[in-house]
Every structure is written in C-alpha cells, then in structure tokens.
C-alpha cells in the first residue's frame, strides 16, 4: 500500500477534478482508495479500464488517468462482462452505488457473482439516490427517512454480503471510508482475486442520507460508520450485536469463467465448426 | 483556471493543497491533529501554520478531493504508516 | 462458388455474422430467434470467438455494446419482447456510436402476442423506440439468401458508421429452408487512427478499443468530442447527432438497399418489404398478366428512409400500395415522402399469416382508393 | 420430375413423429434434383405436442411465396394432424394416411392410399417408430415421382446421425416398396 | 374555488392524480420525474392509498398494471430512460386493456443524455416504443395548470378506453412553478358489469378486478374475448386491436384536446405542442404586432394524431411550422396529414434549451421554404 | 392434504385441459401438487389469484379455476406485488420457471424475497428453457448439455435455496416432483406462511433436459430427482455429500410488508397530507 | 370434443380414466403396483383388468395430466396415505 | 409594483445558499400581490455543488414564455453563481452582489449594488449564513419595489419551517433595511 498522504495524482485523470460529488460525499475518499490500491497493484493503466453505472458513484470512472465507461443505471457489470470476455487481458474494476447494483442492477449482480469473471465490483453503499435527490435505497435500514420515505422505511435492506454469498461470488468483502487504510487493502485484494470480487464500500451522503436522517456533516457521519460497524475476525460474538460486520467473508478459487470459456474454446478448435 | 496546488514547506517536507478542488467538507480541519487547517471566507481550506504540521497525511487520507498531497522524507514512513483510521 | 445448401433463416443470418467477422455474441433465448444464437454458440468457439448467454435482452446488449469497445465486431439476436428491453441500449449503442448489429426476428404482437406467428409490427419500433433522437439504420431481408448479405451488409453499415445497426426478420424467414448458395462477400472493418496520441473517440469515424494506447471515456451523457461528459451543454450532442445524421444522408446511395421489379412503367406501384415483398412480387406477376400494369418496390432499408426515391417513383404512378403485416407502419413515412403526389392505400393484416399473392393482387386491382392508414 | 411446377407438398404428424426433418428432407432431395425448394413448419408447443406440419413447395424457377395454397400432396401420421391439415388438397393430389390414423377416423378419407407406415417402422426398429417419417418419404418418392430416390438417399446420408443412417436406409426402402406397390396395383 | 398556490409541474401533476381517484403509485427515481413520486409517497398513505419503490421502472409498471387488476386506478412516471424500459409493459398494459397512467417527463437524449434539460424526444417513442400493433392515447401539457388538468384526463381516458395512457411532460415543465388555481374536474371510473356471471374481460369496456367474483383470465398472449390465450390464431386479436383502434376514431372527438390561438384567419400555421406551445403563442402574438397573419396550433393530444384536424387547418394556409424540441418527430405524422396541401417546416433543436418566440417568430417571418424534416 | 388420488377437478379449469405441456413434464406434477394444497388450504377460490410468467410453468394459472394472471417474461413478482398491496384480502400464487426466477427475473426475486411480502412463489426448476426450446437455464449444473451449450456448460448454476436466503426470504423451501406427498405440504405450508415465501420445485423435462443429457423418460428423470436430492432434516452429513439438500430452509416470522404498509398508512392518517 | 372421463369399477370403488387429457407418457404405466395401466396402439393409457386394482391413487399421483381420479370407501384412507413417493 | 412587465429577476449563488428556495418566495410573493408568476431554477450536481440559478418571471397578464431573456434583475451571492449568471442584465436592470463576492472578482462589477448580504446573515445567525438568502430578498424588495413587503412576510410564513421563521423574519428585516440605505443615497 502507499504511504498515508502520497501523491496519488498519476492516476487520475486530473483534469477532470474536482469531482462532481457533494462536500464531503465519501465517494472521494472511495476513489481515493481505488487510486492507492491502483499504486499498490502497480498494473498498467492503459490496460484498465473503469467501469461506472449511473448515479454519484458511476462517475468514478471519469477521473481515473486509464479507460473509463460510463454506463446505463444498473447494467455496468453487463458491459464490464463483454469486455472481459472480449478482451480478458484487460483489468477492469466496476464502480455502482446501492440503487445501481442492488436496486435496478440486481440481477446483473447476482448473475456476475454466479458466473465468476474476473472483475471487481465496487458497491457505494450510502444508502441512497444520491444524484436525483435522496431516495430511499434498498440498502437503507428500516425506519430511515428519505424523499420517498418521509414517514420512515417500512422494507427491510438488503445486505449486500449476504447476497453476494447466496448468488456464489468467490470473494466478498465490506468495508469503510472510514478504514482509509483497510479499503484500499480490501480493492486490491479483490483485483488481485482470480474471479468475481466483491467489495462493499459504506460510505456517507451527508447532502442526503445524512441530513435526512440527523446523522450530522461527514466528519460525524464517518464516525458514525465506525461505530455502527466492526470487524468480523477481531472480535467476539457479543461485540457484533447490533453491529455489521466487515472484513473478507469469502475468499476461494473457483474455475474462473475466461479461462474455462478459453479451454472450451481450445477443446472445440478440432471440430472445424461447419459453416 | 484555479488548479495549481500550492506549497507549504517545512525543511525537507511538504504540504501539497489544491485549494481549486476543496469543497469545504471540513473532513481534513476535522482531522488534523495539529489544528492547523480551517475554512476561510470562501469556505475553502486554508493552511494557517505550516510549522506545526507534523506530515502525518490523515488530511490527504481523509479528504475526498485529493485536495492535499503529502511530500517527506524516507525515515518518516515507519510512523505514518501506523497511522490512525483503522477499527 | 460455394456449394448450394439447404438452410435456415436464422441459420443464414448466423453464417452471415461470421462472415462479417462477428467474433462475439450475447443472447437471451426467444422464440422465433433462439436458433441465431443456438447456431453462435456451435461456430463461436471453435474460431477463438466470444458465445455468451445472459440473465436477460438487456444484459445481452450491454455486453455486446461493452465487447464492441474492447474491438469485437459484436451481435445479439432476439423478438418483440426482448427487443422492447433492448430499446434503453439501443440509445446508449447510439450515442456512444457502438458498432454492433442488433437482429429482431418479428413474431405476432403485441406483448407476448404469437410467438411463432410472422409479423412486421416492429418496424416503427426499431426507428423510434428508444427515447430521444439518434441515427438509425434498420435492414430487412425477404429470403434466406438476402438474410445472410443482409447480415454481412448490417455488420458492414455498422462499422463504417460506427452505429448500431437493427436487421428486421420474422418468424417465417428466420425458420424458413432455403436452397442457397453462400457468396464471399466483402467485409468492412472499422476504421482506426494512425497513432493513439490525441485521440479524440467522437471526432469522427476512427476508432480505438480500450486496452490500445489511448484511454478513451465512453459515456451516454451527452459529451464533447474527447468523450469526457457535457451533461448540460446540448451543443455538442446536436452538432454530433446532426453530424452522423447528415452522414447518413449524404451516403443514402450506399445505405439504401431496394430492388425493383417491373417498375419502370408500372402504373400501380406495390411498396414491400421483407416476408410480404415476396407475395408482392408474385402479385406482380399475376397483374401483369391480367394486363394490368403493377410493379414492385422492394426496399431492404427500411431506415433512413428513402423519401427521395419513393418520392420520385410515387410522382409517376396511379396509386401505391402499401401492403404489410401490422396495422400501418410504414407506410406513415411513405405518405409523408409522397406527400399527395398519388394516392397511398395501405394493406394491412396483424393476424400472424401472410398475405397471400391473390390477395395483393386484388387489392392493387380495386380502383376504388381505400382509407389513408394509421386512423 | 415433379408433376406440377410449382409442386407443393404438407406432411404433418404429431409431436416426436419427425415430420420437420421429412420435410428437410424432401427439401434437400429436391435440392440435390437441381429444384429451387422452400421449407416451412410449425414451431412452438403445438408442434410438440399437438399436430406438427411440414411443407416443402418444389419448382424449377424461383420461388416467390413461401407458403403453400392449396397442396399437392399431403401425408397424415397422426389422427389429430388429420384433422388439422389433412383435408386441404388439390383436385387429384396425393393423400397418403397411415392405417392407424385411418382407422380412428369416423368417415375415410375419400381417395386417400392408406399405408401402414407406422407399423412398417416398427417392424423394422423392433419396438419404436421413429422412422415413421422416413418410411412415409420412401412410400411418397415411389407415388409422387416429385424427387429421385438418389436425391433422397443423398439428402438422408448427409442429414442423418451415421449411426442411424442404416435404419433409416431401410425405413426408406420399406417405404419405397410399399409406394411402389399401390403404384403397381394402380397402374395395373 | 380554491386557492392560488404556487406549485411544481410535478407537484400539478401528483395532485391530478390525486384528484383523478389515483390510489397506487409504483415508481423508481429517476430525474426530472423523482417530484412526481416524492408527492405521491407523502399524499396517498393518509388517503389509504398504496405507494411503492419497486426495483426498477420495469417492475414500477408491472405493479401499476397488477394493481389495476385488483381494482386500483394506478399511475407511474419516469423520464426517458425509465420509459424506455417500461415499453414490453406498455405492450402488456395495451394487450391486456389495462386502464393505468404513465408519466414520462421528457429529457435531453438519446440515452442518459442531459438529465435536466428539457426535450421533446419521446414523442414518437411514445407511440411506437413497444413492439407489435397497438391503439395508444398519448397527452402532452404546456403550464403548471394544464399538467393538472391533463393528468385528471389522462385517468378519466385510461378509464374509459381501458388502455394504458401516456403523458409526456418535460424536465422545465416539470420543474417550474406557477400560480393556480386547481380546478374541480369530473373523474371517470372504469365501467363495471351488472352481475360477474358470464363476464368476458375482453368483450368490451366493462371490467371486473380480481377477487370480484368472476375468476378472470388475462394473458399477453393474443387471447379471447374471455381471456383464455389463442397464441396461435391472431384472428381474434386482429379484431380486438381494431375494435380498440375503431373505437378511438370514432371517439376522435372527444378524445383529441388541442387549442387554437388566432388560428382563424392566419396564413402561418404553427403547429406546437408541450412547452413549445409557450414560445409559439408568444411569436404569434409578435408576429401579428409586424403585420403577419400567424396563428397557432396546440395539440394537448399527440396520439391518436388529429389527422383531419390538421389536414382541415392545412388546407387553408401558406405554411405550417413544426417547432420541437427534437430533430424531428410530430413533423412525420404532419406531413402524412397534410399530403402536400402546404409546405410543411420543421424548426428542430435538441441541444436541451428551449425555443424563444424570437426564434420561432424569425423562422415563420422566413420565406423560404426549408428542408422537409427527417433527413 | 387430500387423499392420493382425490379428484381435485374442482380447482382446475377443466375446459383449458389437456394442458399444453409435453408428455411426461414434471409441471403437470407441480400443478397437481398445487391443487392437492388447495384442497388442503380449503381457500376460497375467487379470493385466489394465480400470476405467472412465461415459459412453461407460467402457463399454470390457466389451469386453475381461479383469477389467473399471465403476465411477461421475469416479472410475474412484479405484478403479485401490485395486485397483493392494491388488494390485501386476495391470496396470490405466483408460478415461475428458472428461466423466469432467475434468469431474466432474478432481481424482481431478490427483491420480493426482501421486501416480504405475504406471496407464495413456487420456482419449477427443470434446468432449461422448456418453451423456446431446450436452452440452457442458470441453474442447470455446470457440464450438462442444452442447445446454447453444445458441448456442456462451463458456468456455476445458482442455488436458488441460497439465493433466496440471501436475499432475506422469510420461507425458503426445496422439493421435488418425485415426491407427490410433500410438495403439495410446503405449498400448503407456504401459502400459510404470513409473509414471502419460496419453493423451489425441482421437476423433470424429459423432452429437452432429459434428452439432450440422456437422463432417460419421464420415469426415469423422476428416480434421477430422487437420487440426487436428500432431505436437509432426516439424514446424516455423510448423506449429504454430491447431494442437493430438500426440505425447509428457513421459516421465520418476520414483519410483512403489507401489514407495515397498513400501519403506516393509519399512523398518517392524522397529518391530513396536504393536497 | 374428447373430455369425459371412463369410470372402471370394483365394488363401491372406482377408477375414473380421461383418456382425452393422456399424452402417453407412461409415468402411470411405471408406477402402478398392478401393472394393470399400458398404453393401447394411439399411444393413450388403458386399463387392462380394474379387477386387479388396488386404488392405491399412484397412478394419479404420478400422472402430470389429471387423467386419473380415484374413488374410494372411506375405510381405505389409513393404508392410501402411507402410500409411496417419499424421500 | 413591477417596474417593467414582465419583469424578470435572476437569483444566484452556490448550492446549499438558499437560492432556489429565495426565489420561490419571491414568486409567491409576486402571487400574493395578485401578479402571474413563473419560476425555474437550475437542478442537478450543477445546482447542489456548483453555481444554482433561480429565475422568476412577474407579470400583470399571462406568462407565454416561461424562461427569462434579458433579466431586470440579478442578485448573486457566490463568484462562481456570478461568473456563470450574473453578467447578463437589461439596461438600467438592478445587480445585487454580496462583497464577498465583489471582493473576489478582479474588476468590480459595472454599476452594482455591493452588499455585506453574507456577512448580515452571519451576524444575525451567530456562526451560519442559511439566511443570506432572505436577507437578499429584502435587499432586492427594497431596491427594486417589485413585490410588496407583505406578500413577501407572508409567503415566508407560508413556506418556512415555523421554528425558523424568526430568524428569517429578521433576515428579511436586516435586508429591507441594507436595501433601503442604498436606495435612500441614492435618492439623497
């Protein structure tokens, strides 16, 4: 990992800053995150390419100095899937929020930890419809107020890891804005990982979430996740109560799709294949 | 177009700030633990006494517009390197 | 020549895809197409290509768009319902001016309608049904022949100007055994810029995938020249949507594709196409041998539409007549090039069977001019 | 070859009973003649499971319309097909009926050739009759003249699995034989 | 009546539906639409109605029309790329005679586009979006009152030709305020059988929701009139789709809402719709002040296309104008109208801002006669 | 549960049989197992509403003497969401086959299972896409033929079971049509079940699935069911190992959403709601 | 149309057979402890000797097309729904 | 009380000032006093991060036009809102500009009114400036006589939450009062 406070300016397509987010969206400091797992992976920028979905954290993609496609709401994983198999020399890392991948993208979701590519998603979980102004999320705990919501959620949210788990995804991590130094460790172990990967990224909408819900600026809101969280391998059943856990809850090497689809397509080469 | 960073020295280390991509969160006067860095009238971060910083980097760390670069010599690593912000 | 060969509609348009170079399919199972991507995924792998099924039309065609930016000529195949899903990334396709090749076998409609009965009910569809404006080539083909060049011209179209490009067929052509002969046709590529340094992926025709040296921005914002977005700048994108359709109207000659059939002096002018332009034809035949003097237009492009040439035919004929298998599609854009200049009867029938021969014949015969369409 | 130009054929049997590949084919026999051929079928869960049909139209000359009018011939495997597209015909067209779907029928079929294609293919296969359909080409190449029997034979040899193109070679011959036969008789 | 208020084109049209007898919304955000939800979920918990944020405009509208089913006069509202997506459904609503309300407030586009900018580019999407055949009813709106009063209508049409009805407003409209007052309107309800015995769900306007004791069959399939699928036999659904699109014509009258405006003795017609209409009527106001005999057109009701309306208005003057916020759309059903009894222009921009009178009024003032659109 | 062989006619739509599924289909099984919990249910049938999807099993409400709902591919959830919460007093079933749940309608699956809703989803897994033709399905297990996977599918199938328990379904079941006396239980017992509920049917297509991965007739498909599967409860981990567990998954009270909705809804009746 | 069902009797049991629904896919056929179903030459089920049946209603268990219906005294319940089929 | 009809006012400043809200209280303000009124505003990440525009359109008669051309009137209380809105005005039109912003621009705006509007707004609020907005309406009320100060008191009744409405009230007092001291000198 870099140093804490490095110039992370090489990986970023500078000229497109200052983003588009909000004061204090912890979209930054995921994009921040990605740029230091991108200096610890020391890959070839030219063979990335950053995938986005439509909302606050599809724009990601914009500011990265390698190939960036900005997408339609909830189907980036469907691209990013025929670009890696078209191409699967490329790196290619999907940026979506909550409504994008588990809202309307949902069924690209599963399906990609279902199929195990080799590609990294990246789930902004704030909570909310950043973009068109604060609605409810799928991932919002019941009781939270939004545009849509303005008596309090009756739905219960999803949890993104279990899903994740339940759709087969062979690495599944969640994290924080707040770890500054665990997300960027937990982003390139999923680059790093040979399949589907998974990392769910809570992060603030102090615009939003955050004053919707009294929940204070980013500063308090990042102290907020701290609390509301805490690591699933350090501590002991009863510190958990009531909290989400994070960390990897699931690391394995499964047959990779591209290299099964490559075999496949080795096996078949003596058929001819009339045409 | 305001994009320079601007430089604040302290012997052999540097403070980077891009006062063009601030935005005003307050995340970084939040956190540093110098005190040194606060809003000013156009609510944009400013750095008030370069002398004081101590090159931890939880400003650039913290700030989600890559507004702040930290520059320092190679002995210093060890201790940054634990720094604060994990659980 | 190659040898004759007794095959399928959607067999041809599959052969025709690998013709072209398709090295990458997407799909989704749909009656009447299903055979198009059962075909893909026998001769993909064998030849290093991409076959892949998935969750559903909509994901299919984002992968094919996202496969055509990593360099793949890419296509996927379905019917009504799926290429209802379709409509938001046939937009996306055209805004970010994706090659790909989008085939639509028409079944019965709407809704899940009759999936294995024929119709033309998607003609309107593939020009107008994504929201807002975009350049639009749509093909159709009438025999198992013409869909395999369709589909060589449908990929062709798509990468010379970097569109996605809708092929049209219906349930009857794409399950439909013809005896054929496969020709070698000609193949375009898309064309790439001398050097990555400065590339500007929306200046012009010139492409490059990702992964070639220059990191190219694909959005669908409306965006500038360098790809990077202009969400709320609307210059750009009308400059750049009026560029691509200027272009397409200044190589209208090369896009249009039509035969005609003993129209030079034909008093009567039958305007058809696809499935419903071979019954035409044969009512042609018959007319003329009742002395009456019919011809047939048959267009293959169905979009752009060819104002100027149904235009100059119209200004020389009694009446036209406009059979098809819907309720009165195209014939909307065929009164509007017209534009009085002869009377339009549309012929229409949405029951899933063709008509017949006969039945063109005896409308073309009526002198009594019917109700203009679409009331 | 063919009697009329253009020459139009319907087979039709239910589900399973493999008309769609009869009617391949023929198609390709045709083919192989040097006739210009088009095939079409049903599709879907009818074909499955109801009453599947297959045509083939035969001509010297390009084919306009794909679908046949009124045919001429048909061959019936299944009761239901019967009833679905087995009453459409030419005046003096070929009908062949299989004897068992003669039989379940209240009136017969007035000037059908009733044959027992089902049953020859069972003798032949020793308890299936998935050969139906090529016994019923065999009887409808002797009756019709419309292919060779080369053409078939050929179109057969690159159409079928090579590990049942014995049987199937057989079912054609049988079928050949009892075409053939009321052919004779008819003659005679 | 009651008191001014200054309110939102979104707010307006929450409020009509409200007013309407709306009890269930089932929509996704999407911008600039999400007001229109926002409303509904504070306005319909206390009046017992249901509001809903479903997974995606697709599964908004699969509710909406299952809600309507169970007896619920149900509304959704999206902007393009939602209502691009809500297509196959908009097939099933109109296969199925569903009454329901869709709202798509339209943005700059293709694809994602320009999210707040305003367009008239799903004007012909509307009417031809979904795949197959179908009869559609599509209104548009061009003030903050209008948008209220049009919504009611859009419900009271929806209810009484049991089809799903569309409202196109856009992303200025939806957005701006204005000072009304809100009318009292009459509200329609769907027509119900006397007795549930023997009811034919598809014989005719009358409906019986689930659970009202006739056990229903409704399908996507072509169907009977009793519901029961016919997917191979589109003899009955031909006659259905006609008897609705019949229907339609023969009601063109009431149906067609539209709004002259010194139409009577002008020679420049104008013909606009939505918020175009505004810039219009302000040029033909600054055109008749220099001595030019213009007037104007305001269609409220797109689809069914007022055809004789037109025609009758065409055959009286020099010229008509088709200023859209599009690259040209209306202008195809204008131009088939009018047949050549007038010149036909159509003013297009689609880079996200609006017409100025002095714009529209400049090009009426020109002479010469410009391209016909579409090319 | 009625006796073996009941004559159950009085819950089908005699006059839309013979159904239109091929001869020895395991739907037909499912739809007799449908019937026998009717007649245990004892509900009345003008208050029940069968909604479908398309394909095979999403013909099945024409078969039922109740309100029947066919609606698009993937989305039936969709439309039993809408008629459930316009009319709570109506009892819906929804019929989907793997294509339909979890294939193209995989999202509006993870969804209901989330929201909770008091809907019963009965999911006919028969490893393909029956109607168009014998293409592969995503839950049919990796190596098995189809028509789009010629030479055996490289893809990892979903578990439904998992899947639903991830997405946080309140009753989650496995059965399959081998077993005519507990299928019609759990669709009894998820009708019962005061929130969304799950069965999964595991049911034979001889005429495609069957054939193209020669799995033999009818009969023989249904002693491969039983073969592979083994119940969750009665038998010892050894037992399990290779085998796809049947049973109840997960039977929990949680809050349904149409309750919630209606608390909500009286809670707001006071503020008046300005219009 | 082909739709009523034959009844085959055996004392104050019976069992009803619509033959019209049958698309001979023998699931009967295999399950019937009497061996008493078979399919007849169109290839539609028949009961060979209702004398041998013992109504135990596996043959309508089976069956995916309502073919089969059973009539029985009350007094057989017990032994019928131990019947056959579990895991 | 409109001294050109229509009469066109354009607001502006950064997202979070208040800016979207200040024009829809002077369109009801314009409501109350019995005008027709039309207000657009600018939406979006433009509007919550960058420079937000809020428009209104006063008449006597109906409003054709929604957008506003040449505006009578800007007030803009952030640079950026300035750079991007505040250039274009009619001739002899009212330009509002908080010193802030005044401060931060190279050359002084032509003929503006430069107001201490934030800091007015820091000052009553005791740390935030949420109220600059109001304080800029009373500002604008004063100088341009366009709405009445009653229509304005009432619509902030109307449309503010009741716990802030004090602090607004004497945000809008503290504006009438810096408005009319320009307006007296330049009068005396």
Redesign the interface.
Known sequence: MP???????KY???E??????????????V??GI?AALDDLQLP???L?M?GG?G?SGRT??YF???????????AL??????????P??TIIVTMGD?DAA??????F??AC???IDLTAIVYNNST?G???G??A?TAPRGTRS?????GS??????MV???????ATYVARTTT?????LPRRIAEAVRHPGFAVVEVLTQC??FYGRMNGLG???AM?DYE?DQ???CE?ITKEDLVGKLP?GVFRQAE??E?VR??A???A???????Q? | MRSAFERYEQGSAALLVNRAWCKGCTLCVDVCPSRILALDAAQLVHVSDIGKCIFCGLCAARCPDFVFVVERPKRRNARVRAGAGSN | MRPMRLIQGNEACALGAIRAGCSFYAGYPITPASEIMEWMARLLPPRGGVFLQMEDEIAALGAVIGASWAGAKAMTATSGPGFSLMQEHIGYAAMTETPCVIVDSQRGGPSTGMPTLPSQGDVMQARWGTHGDRPAIVLTASSVRDTYEVTVAAFNLSETYRLPVVLLLDAILSHMRENVELPELEVVDRARPDAPEGFQPFAGQEFLPFGAGANVVVTGLAHAESGRPRSSDGVNLERMLRRSLDRLAADAELISRYRTYRAEDARHLILAYGITARAARAAVDRLRSDGIRAGLLELQTLWPFPERLVAELASRVEQLIVPELNLGQLVWPVRAAVAGAAPVRALNRADGRLFSPPEIAAAVAEQEVAHAAGR | MIPHDPFQVRLSGSGGQGVILAGVLLAEAGMHDGLQVVHTQSYGPAARLGAAKSEVVLSRHEIAFPEIGLPDAVVCLSRDAYVKYGSQLARDGLRIVDEQVASELPVAPDGAIVLPIIRTARELEAGGAITANVVALGAFVALSGAVSEDGLRRALRERVKPETFDVNQRAFDAGLRLGAAIAAAKAG
Chains 1, 6 share one sequence.
């Open positions: 140093r804490v406070g490095e110039d992370l300016r970023l397509r500078v497109m800053l200052p983003n588009v987010w909000c004061p204090g969206c912890g979209h930054g400091n994009a921040r740029a920028l030219e063979q390419v995938v439509i606050c993609p914009f100095n390698a190939s960036a496609m900005h997408t339609t709401h909830g189907r469907a691209f990013a899937t025929g670009i890696k198999l078209a191409k020399e490329l409504g809202a309307i993208g949902g069924n690209h599963i399906h279902r199929r195990n419809y973009m068109t102004g609605q409810h799928p545009s849509t919501t303005p008596r009756i739905e219960p949210p999803f949890d279990e899903l994740a788990l339940g759709a087969g707040f770890d500054f130094e665990e102090p615009t600026d980013a500063a990042l701290r969280t805490a690591s350090r994070l499964c047959p799709y099964e689809y075999a496949l397509c096996a078949s080469r003596g058929e001819g294949g045409a």
